[in-house]
């Protein structure tokens, strides 16, 4: 990757961490072999460190915040994860995208996770807000150091005081083949995500 992992230890007014997280860190910090180890102790911790709530934050609502409330949204669980694994030197990203979370249903709404980078390992995907690593139920749709820098979008509003819409629309569909290999055949499956955006009332989408 172009960008150095390095920038990832910067710290952001939503993943700035507070006591809280120095004590999620030192309870990690306990009978680990290695980092990849700790890692994992790490997002289990987090998991175990607020209960999910929905509507009961907000996009503006930091780590530290989330914690006081012990509360939050997937977001949530994302910051604190990323303000802990920091706060230790671990360079750590916030992912935005989906989850495709009933084969059944198509319908989907954003879901967020946190990649963490391990040296001679590479960037390892979390998400504290199912207690696991990701698998191919999830769709990477932007990256950044948090949720208002990996926003999936971004508006303006010019010379206008009404209200604003948004409307979405997100279909997800899982797809199935089957590759050839030395030993026989084998079956992976892949997820096509398709996304529309619709802009109402002068609101600029970019």
């Known amino acids: 990757e172009k960008v150095n992992p390095l920038c990832f230890l910067r ?3 939503l993943t700035k961490p507070c006591k809280r997280i120095e004590k999620i860190s030192n309870e990690a910090k306990k009978n680990n072999k290695n980092l990849i180890e700790f890692a994992h102790k790490l997002n289990l911790i987090v998991s175990n460190s607020i209960n999910y709530v929905s509507g009961s934050t907000t996009i503006s609502t930091s780590s530290k915040d989330a914690l006081k409330q012990k509360k939050g949204v997937c977001q949530d669980f ?12 671990l360079p750590a990203r916030y992912i935005n995208g989906f989850l495709l979370e ?3 249903s198509g319908e989907n709404t954003t879901h967020a996770w946190v990649e963490i980078f391990i040296n001679d390992l590479g960037w390892i ?15 990477r749709i932007s990256t ?23 409307d979405t629309k997100v279909d997800i569909e899982n797809c199935q083949w089957t590759l050839l290999s030395l030993n026989g055949y084998s079956e992976e499956v892949s997820v096509e995500i398709n ?6 009332n002068n609101f600029k989408i970019f």
């Open 125 to 139: 995907a979390f998400d504290p807000s199912h207690k696991k690593c990701i698998d191919d139920k999830y769709i």
């Open 102 to 104: 009933e084969t059944t």
């Open 195 to 200: 996304i529309n955006y619709y802009k109402l």
């Open 11 to 13: 710290e952001t007014h």
């Open 144 to 166: 950044g150091y948090d949720f208002e820098d990996a926003s999936t979008i971004k508006g303006v509003k010019t010379n206008y005081n009404g209200d604003e819409f948004l």
């Open 78 to 89: 994302a910051h604190i994860l990323i303000s802990a694994a920091r706060f230790n030197n």
